[in-house]
């Protein structure tokens, strides 16, 4: 199993609508978890950690599930400029060293 | 502004030959990293260094080499035994302790001719 696994779409979605990525983890010891987004040919930026209590920031919400091993983010009325790929980050505890997942690509559709 | 910096953007190499990627930050951050991403997959850690001075292998090191021999510069070089080197090379810089991020250099696109 890998340690970081998601879907890799693509998600096509109209303007407007709500989408939820889920990633999963093999670590029950990772500690620390974020969503990055990358757009094409360019470099992932951080989008938003995920905190056991769950943060919502504007249109995007992140949520971690530590019994089922998995985070997951949800964006509510999807606009053209979300589209992307969003990478599910996903680190142990000391030092920083970090796994990626190969990312969930986000077509929306005007 | 503070940032991390790769260059170049765009390298091209000959077969044989070695290539040295820069990257540069002035965050002062105490970790760095070197990641190679193909398309359709995540990225893979090649060489991250926590302390200037110590480095160590991540989990596609075979081929590559790296030197902190300062804080601010993690470069890579991409030698001659990377069997497939064409990729887009990311370095990343992050807080030594805490649950913080990673901060991106741009990348460098690598075509090996």
């Known amino acids: 199993r890998k340690e970081v696994e998601q879907d890799p779409g693509p998600f096509n979605v109209p303007e407007g609508a709500t989408v939820a990525f889920n990633c999963t983890y093999s670590n029950s010891a990772s500690q620390s978890f974020f969503w990055y987004r990358q757009d094409c040919r360019k470099e992932p930026k951080l989008l938003m950690s995920?905190?056991?209590s769950g943060n919502e920031d504007g249109r995007f919400t992140a949520q971690l599930n530590r019994a089922s091993q998995y985070i997951s983010l949800l964006i509510r009325d999807s606009k053209l400029s979300d589209s992307a790929t969003y990478l599910c980050v996903v680190g142990t505890g000391g030092y920083q060293k970090v796994t990626f997942g190969t990312g969930t690509k986000l077509q929306v559709i005007p | 502004d503070g940032g991390i910096t790769q260059s170049p953007k765009y390298l091209f190499r000959k077969e044989g030959q070695n290539v040295t990627l820069s990257c540069e930050q002035n965050?002062?951050?105490?970790?760095m990293y070197w990641y190679r991403q193909d398309p359709g997959q995540g990225l893979r850690l090649i060489y991250y260094s926590q302390i200037v001075n110590d480095f160590q292998k991540g989990d596609i090191a075979e081929g590559y080499s790296v030197s902190r021999e300062k804080k601010e510069s993690f470069p890579l070089t991409v030698t001659s035994a990377q069997k497939n080197p064409t990729a887009f090379y990311l370095c990343?810089?992050?807080?030594?302790?805490?649950?913080?991020?990673?901060?991106f250099g741009q990348g460098t696109r690598l075509t090996v001719v």
């Open positions: 965050l002062n951050h105490d970790a």
């Open positions: 990343a810089s992050s807080i030594q302790q805490g649950d913080t991020e990673a901060f």
């Open positions: 995920v905190y056991s």
